[in-house]
DNA sequence: CTGTTAGCGCTTTCAA
DNA sequence: TTGAAAGCGCTAACAG
């Protein structure tokens, strides 16, 4: 037990104001710049509490005031470049209207994501911002019960209420598509992520919506994947080249889902892009650098995360805002991953 | 101002202690488990909780108990993957041993690293799980004042009498260096991170020991960098390229500057490794899928976070534990970027 | 087994 | 311009 100086004894206010010999309500004001005061007062509390090196207590003040100038955080996976770039984006955002960031990674599960909202909602935050997992409304009104101002980011609940912010799933698939289709694959495969997500499930609507335009002339070959990871990818593929009519190209969900499949290829000396055409919807820092370069589809996820911490903000703020629900625009990097079939 | 129910006011424990038609602190004991209650009363008020949707605040229990059960982690940027893996690695760690984790990323700022600190202690964390970007003692107890039990992770400050994990960064680079020169090079450069991290110093304090080992065979082509970005690392290496001598081969400090390194290679029409060969201190999962694989330092981030964890977990007990310092071995994996000069 | 009382450290009327 | 008093929501003695 270390939480306190050497006295044995926790600075505050009232030792501030001891020292300063004014009342603490005195020192109070001194310190936050309220009210009206002589300048000796004020200089001769900044001095004590200077001396003292008085941090105030953010859990008392919180108590007392009811706000707490924190927001909650909570993503399936801070280790995914997408969610990184996001919360910086949050962060910085939040940070400049003066809020702290309280971060929690639900690991992928939905239990965990339900207790890190209780545990956020515990703490008072002020408000949250969530990447959910694919909770139901129900489920996730249970728990907040509408308590907290809440942002949804890459992902929504319908009719949940609250403002949200996510990537043109549908523009990006169809960009990826009609580049396969121009060069002529006529079945193509899709790698797709978690059906519980809402990027998951429009990529996979999407790629269907996209496919049945171009019928009859084009295919689908086959659709797997059920999660987001390197090693989903690397089954999905493996089930997809297994296929009696394998496809000649393939969209992946993913820049982790398309690594596995590469990795898959290496594996069977199935050759990109000359044996397979392969292009992700995510773009990464290094898919340039990648054997072959990876063709994506490209957006800026620090803005995403920029966006929704705006959003967020402004539903803190007293004036009940109407729930809002932004679409980012994507666009294609076409490079060395895919060209036309054999 | 939502954070209220529908009848305007947050369910509070006296809410619950109402309705169950007993004292608040009977509530209280029921909800906590502690002390000798009759079923009947621990039901009661079981129930009234569940029906009022009450959560308990912990901005009052911490104020009244004077422990949040959080840490507060600080890092120089959540979206390293190195920061993330350790990010994960703590978190699993203090999750299990009843601990929430307050993020912080002070994008390589000392500043933003101070506020980061005292934004923590205001809120009084329990304990501190941080990597400096190379404060000082003085300023690092100037601000935190020794109040809370703290460990650093992949950095240190000398003589703060805290506990700390990192890398063995002198085994890494000597294998790095040892490999080269096995391999019969001559000239070798090094792309260095910044100077004022732990890393970044004994990286480089490492690579010149280990070549003066070599002496006189082999000689320091040169070493530039003083950043870990991508960006520093294209230019860092175009600077040793355009050296008299230039280097045969390239020690990086970091993935990020070994990508940087790779795409001025690939600007200047250098190939690797035929024209120069190339090898980092750290891995990444994509680095097999490179064009040419990436020769790595490879080793666990995530448990360098769990050995973290674990250490302050133990600081934060009642008995006062010795501080005690971890490194962490690493291995080399030896993949296409690097061969034998021509 | 349970209620009463006090108080964690702060802010905020209300008086002076 | 300043102080006294009350209270945010909870827990921990201390009684009973």
Redesign the pocket.
Known sequence: MRNRLQNGH?V???DVARRAG?????A??A??G?????D??RAAVADAARALQFQ??QL??S????TTHTVGFVVPDVSSPFYAAALKGAQTTLHDAGYRTLLMDCEQSADREIEALQTLLAHRVDGLLVSTVGLGRERFEEVTGGRVPCVFFDSSIVGSGEGSVILDNYAGIDLLVDHFVEHGHRRIGLLAGSPSETSGFERRAAFEAAMARHEPHVTIAGIAGREWSLHEGTHATHELLALEEPPTALVASSVELALGAMLTCRERGVRIPDDLALAAFDDAYFAELLDPPLTAVTYRPREVGEAAASLLVEAMGDDEPGARDLRFDVRLIVRGSCGCPR
Do not use: F, H, I, K
């Open positions: 926790v505050t206010l009232a004014v009342s603490a309500s005195t109070s004001r310190l936050n309220r009210g009206e005061l002589s000796q007062t105030p207590s008392a003040r108590l007392r005031t009811s």
